[in-house]
């Protein structure tokens, strides 16, 4: 019996601090893993297949966050800003649709038709990806930057600092950090904070 | 073909006028569009706060517990474990503690939404709104480990605080409630 309880304990260890490694996510400065993620066209996506980019902002995001709604013209604005420099926008809906049914492949087709999605809308099938990157809620935004070592990740948070209306934005958290990036410039706000829907995992 | 109705529409307008004046003063005041009337939720008490306005709410020099939980009526994790909350404040109303409720609607969805889904569901816990869009000094300031999400509670008394990201059972919620009463 004493065995048994004994092994129930090594089990659980090791099963805590599997979690506890995992739960956190990345930090600024950590390596972002790259991914192969299935598109809204069918097609496959990993980053490593955008030779040409600098960079990334990873947005996970879904249809039915009614924050993430509230960005959706702002993420296009982004990409369309920002992929010509090298920093391209790759959203990624991290919901389990078993749970969130109004997320699922068809539900972000459409979306990505009617906002006129400029980029690809990727969904995280068995939410594998975002627990890796610490993300907990939609939106919300990495910007990676190549380097030689991989993606590393240089910003995590919101978009900009209002939510309700995009023409009382004062501070561009994602432009600013991607505008520093290129500019060869430190990040002022790495890291944010915003409300958002948590992710059903 | 219209105009082969307008007789009968008169006709119909004549009766309901007579009709409507024969009887008793009382059924004149009824509508008479066929139409539901769209209720009212204006007297649907709401306190809007920004966040130092707030902040008052959030600690306490009393010896009650407070169980302030952070929801918006579009968060369906939300409005699943609410019940609980509302449960918990009325099992525990006579031991100090006390509920708050913090929407995070839209304020456009104030009048929409957050009124309408406080009558129906006939709220018993005080509910505020917190209408601050400088999210990314008020969330860590309310606990430095928040990273945004909601569902999210925070239980204190004078002694101590915790906070939680997550979403609770009525059984969960009252066991940690517990370790707040003595």
């Not at chain 1, 065995?3 to 972002?32: E, N, Q, R």
């Not at chain 1, 296009?76 to 090298?86: E, F, P």
């Not at chain 2, 006390?98 to 018993?124: A, G, Q």
């Not at chain 2, 816990?125 to 008020?138: F, G, I, P, Q, R």
Request: charged share 25%; with cysteine.
């Amino acid at each position: 019996m004493k065995h048994i309880k004994g092994i129930f304990a090594v089990v659980a260890i090791v099963l805590l601090s599997g979690f506890a490694t995992i739960s956190p996510g990345y930090d600024i400065g950590d390596i972002a893993t790259d991914f192969e993620l299935e598109n809204i066209d069918g097609n496959m996506v990993s980053l490593s297949d955008y030779k040409d980019a600098k960079g990334f902002i990873v947005i996970f995001t879904c249809n039915t966050c009614p924050y993430s709604v509230a960005y959706e013209d702002r993420i296009v604005a982004l990409d369309k800003k920002y992929a010509s420099k090298g920093y391209p926008v790759i959203a990624i809906m991290p919901n389990n649709t078993d749970v969130q049914p109004r997320d699922n492949m068809d539900a972000m087709k459409q979306r990505a038709k009617s906002k006129g999605f400029t980029f690809p809308y990727l969904k995280d099938e068995g939410q594998k990806i975002s627990p890796q990157y610490g993300a907990t809620k939609t939106p919300e935004v990495y910007v990676l930057q190549k380097t030689n070592k991989g993606n590393e990740v240089k910003y995590i948070g919101a978009i900009d600092d209002n939510y309700q209306d995009a023409g009382a934005v004062r501070l561009r958290y994602v432009e600013n950090a991607v505008d520093a990036l290129l500019a060869g410039q430190p990040i002022k706000e790495a890291k944010t904070r915003a409300i958002g829907c948590s992710i059903k995992l | 073909m219209d105009f082969y109705f307008y007789p009968m529409r008169t006709l119909c307008l004549l009766v309901l006028i007579l009709t409507a004046s024969c009887k008793d003063s009382n059924s004149q005041n009824k509508p008479i569009v066929d139409k539901e009337p769209t209720e009212d939720y204006s007297d649907v008490p709401l306190e809007v706060y920004d966040f130092e306005g707030l902040k008052p709410l959030l600690k306490t020099s009393t010896d009650k517990v407070y169980v302030v939980n952070f929801w918006a009526t579009w968060c369906a994790p939300c409005i699943k474990e609410l019940p609980y909350f509302e449960a918990l404040g009325a099992a525990y109303s006579d031991r100090n503690v006390e509920l708050l409720l913090v929407s995070l609607d839209f304020p456009k969805k104030y009048e929409s939404h957050l009124k309408p889904f406080i009558k129906k569901n006939n709220l018993k816990s005080k509910v505020v709104a917190l209408d601050d869009n400088d999210s990314n000094t008020w969330i860590p300031a309310i606990d430095p480990d928040w990273t945004g999400a909601i569902p999210a509670t925070l239980i204190f008394n004078k002694n101590k605080r915790q906070f939680y990201e997550q979403t609770f059972t009525y059984e969960e919620l009252e066991t940690e409630v517990k370790q707040f009463l003595n």
